[in-house]
Structure formats: C-alpha cells, structure tokens
C-alpha cells in the first residue's frame, strides 16, 4: 500500500494531462469534423476531393504513424516547431476529425430534404437551414456514435506516452520501474482509465436520454 500510495499523486498528475489533452483535441476535432462534412457535401467537386482525400489518408494510417509524422516530421522542417503536447493534441483532433466528418456527414445526411425544402420555401438562406432545423436534428442521431469515437479517442491518448508526454501511461510507466511493481501499478492504471471512460459513458447515456429519446 506505501508504492500505491507513493506512486498515486503521480499518476494524478498523468491522468491532468490526460484529460487536458483529450479535451481540448475532442474539441478541435469536432470543429474539424464539422468542416469537413460539409466541405464533403459541398455542391464544389474540388472541395469534395480535398475533404475527401483528408478523411482516407487519416482514416487509412496507423495512430502512431500519424503521431511520429506531425512530431518527428513536420518537426524537422526548419519553420515549424512543435513541442510534444503540441503535437499530441494536433494529432489526437485530426485523427477524430477525420472520424467526426464522416459521423457528422452520414448524420446531416439521414434528415429528410423535405425540410430543407420548406425552409427554403419559407426564405431561410442555406446556413439558417443547417443552423437551425439540420444540425440539430442530425446532432441528437450523431450523440452515440460521437461518444463511441470519443471514448477511441481517449484511449489513443494513451499512445501519446512514446514521444515524451507526461500523460497517465508514461506516469505509469515512469512509477512502474521506480518501484519495480508492474502488476500494481499496470493495474491501477487501468483501474483508472476504467473510470474515467466509465464516467465518460455515464455522462453520454444521459445525454442521448435527454436528447435523443426524449
């Protein structure tokens, strides 16, 4: 119980870090997401093609492969400059973006043209439409699948570890060979993230409550 106790602060301030990147990355990658469905759906081919080549190329790459570029290779070009939690929230929102896009797409997608039709018969302007009668409706289909994508997201974090960052997993190995208790340490930071994605699922299940079902 002393290396339990001893090594928990520490894993603490791994799960902060956790937590601060994935928050801010599932934000931009929402943001990212969002663009590009409606760059996929865009009545401009160009613009299609460039959305469309964004999704495959995340969507057909490995994680860490996409990590090791943005920080080992964009790094080593003499007007960029990433430090590692940098290039950890850069990677963790496009990687979701990428995913978010095709959610985001597949959801405008599902609403009936019927209403768009009315609301342009009724003088909304094509942005009115989307904000206003669209994403909502497409927002409340998206809510699990964007949870599921999230919750992905979250534990890709844990990948992070291999180019510095201080996150839970690095923490956890950092404490796990100061102690030299793998099995208790390993098991606590799985306990952790048990929790944390737990939570996340909990909080996602009310939502789709209030939203979806409702």
Not at 1 to 19: E, H, N, R, W
Not at 22 to 36: K, Y
Not at 71 to 100: D, Q
Not at 194 to 208: D, G, K, S
Request: hydrophobic share 55%; charged share 10%; proline share 3%.
């Amino acid at each position: 119980m002393d290396i339990i106790s001893a090594a928990f602060p520490y894993l603490m301030k791994g799960l902060q870090v956790t937590l601060y990147i994935f928050i801010i990355a599932i934000i931009i990658g929402f943001i990212i997401g969002l663009v590009v469905a409606l760059l996929r759906l865009a009545p401009i081919k160009p613009l299609n093609w460039i959305a469309l080549i964004f999704i495959n190329a995340i969507r057909g790459t490995p994680f860490l492969v996409q990590l090791f570029f943005i920080y080992f290779g964009l790094n080593s070009l003499p007007f960029i400059s990433f430090n590692s939690t940098t290039a950890g929230i850069i990677t963790v929102a496009i990687n979701a973006g990428a995913y978010f896009a095709e959610i985001i797409r597949a959801g405008i997608q599902s609403i009936d043209r019927g209403q768009s039709e009315a609301a342009r018969s009724l003088g909304l302007t094509g942005f009115q439409n989307m904000y206003h009668i669209v994403l909502p409706q497409a927002f409340r289909r998206m809510l699990p699948t964007i949870t599921n994508q999230s919750i992905i997201s979250l534990k890709d974090t844990s990948l992070l570890s291999v180019i510095g960052i201080a996150d839970l997993t690095q923490q956890g190995e950092i404490q796990s060979s100061a102690t030299f208790e793998a099995f208790k340490i390993w098991l606590i930071v799985g306990i952790i993230y048990f929790i944390v994605i737990y939570l996340l699922t909990l909080i996602a299940n009310f939502l789709e409550r209030r939203f979806v079902l409702r």
